[in-house]
């Protein structure tokens, strides 16, 4: 996931342009999250030798960051998730957390400007231009998906993918109940479906697991509304702006969702590879052979120049 609190301390508001401005860490040149003068630019299906740029659009706990967790764990992807991001910044108690806290927690949504703000620090960072990645939580509005596609248009790298994550309210009700997270690394486990190695403990650092603030049946059920008013309008949003670029991807059960998805995503992308297949891509009989070839070239180098240089030396 990528953020951090200096970052998002970094970036400044142009009131008079009425428009966000984020720095990146790489420099203090002020960027322009999404220019005024650049239009919405919906993608074609002709991605497939360009980064996967995808987008989880979904109910909340139909499985986005699960599923995400999937794809980054097999393929070199990268994963950002505003809920994630959100989390981090209440948990280290920013200005950003403090404003966000209560409405995380009350199951409302964020308002636009400062999510756009959150967004646009990552959004312009070197480990997310040109390479794969996935955006789980944002847009979640009319607004931040404008926005965006201004954005991305802007700079060329379109949005590649959009998945719809179709799963019925009560079988999300019920998962709910049984989340349990990693914090800092937003890994996922349910007692039913995903279960840590030792209960309650992150099968990678061993570190306690713990339940969100936001996952009772009172706030989750406020979350689902919101999703309804304000999020399930992006469906027609990009259905009319991207229509070859939507995808839904139903299912009830624990494996069902994630063979379409994958097997979507390998057709779609032809540049995906997986971690293990980039692996292979370099192995050592390889490397051997290069060293060999780059030692005999430099030999044969030395050798061209030997006639040349003057003999004091
Ligand atoms: P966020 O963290 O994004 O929450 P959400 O959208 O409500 O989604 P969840 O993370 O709850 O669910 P998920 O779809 O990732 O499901 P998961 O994989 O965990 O946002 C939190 C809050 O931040 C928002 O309410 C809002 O206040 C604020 N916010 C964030 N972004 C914002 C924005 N752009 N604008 C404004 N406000 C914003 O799965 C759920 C459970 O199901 C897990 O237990 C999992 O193990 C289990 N499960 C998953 N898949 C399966 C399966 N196939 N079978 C059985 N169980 C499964
Ligand atoms: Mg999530």
Excluded: C
């Amino acid at each position: 996931m990528i953020s951090s609190t200096r970052q998002i301390a970094s970036a400044a508001f142009g009131t008079t342009q009425r428009r966000w401005i984020a720095s990146t860490s790489r420099s203090s040149r002020a960027m322009p999250f999404i220019p005024d003068h650049t239009s919405a630019s919906p993608s074609s299906l002709s991605m497939k030798s360009e980064p996967m740029r995808l987008l989880m659009l979904a109910k909340p706990g139909s499985g986005k960051g699960t599923l995400s967790g999937r794809l980054t764990s097999k393929y070199n992807v990268q994963f950002v998730s505003t809920g994630d991001m959100l989390r981090e910044e209440i948990k280290a108690g920013t200005e950003v957390g403090k404003q966000a806290e209560g409405i995380v927690a009350g199951g409302g949504l964020v308002p636009d400007e400062l999510m756009i703000k959150l967004l646009g620090t990552s959004l312009e960072s070197s480990s997310m231009k040109g390479k794969s990645w996935i955006l789980d939580g944002f847009p979640r509005t009319l607004v931040q998906g404008e926005r965006l596609d201004r954005y991305l248009g802007s700079t060329g790298q379109p949005l590649g993918l959009i998945v719809h994550l179709d799963v019925p309210d009560e079988i999300i009700m019920g998962r709910i109940s049984d989340r349990w997270i990693h914090p800092s690394s937003g890994r996922i486990y349910n007692n039913s479906y995903n279960r840590p190695k030792v209960e309650g403990l992150d099968d990678v650092t061993g570190e306690p697991l713990v339940r969100r603030a936001d996952d009772n049946p009172e706030i989750f059920a406020r979350r689902l509304k919101s999703f309804y008013a304000q999020t399930a309008p992006l469906l027609e949003y990009y259905r009319s702006t991207a229509p070859s670029n939507l995808v839904t991807l139903s299912g009830k059960t624990s494996d069902e969702i994630w063979p379409q998805l994958e097997s979507l995503v390998r057709s779609r992308f032809g540049s995906l590879k997986s971690k293990s297949e980039t692996k292979r891509v370099v192995p050592e009989a390889v490397i051997r052979r290069a060293e060999r070839e780059i030692s005999r070239d430099h030999r044969d180098f030395i050798s061209s120049m030997v006639p040349i240089i003057p003999a004091a030396y």
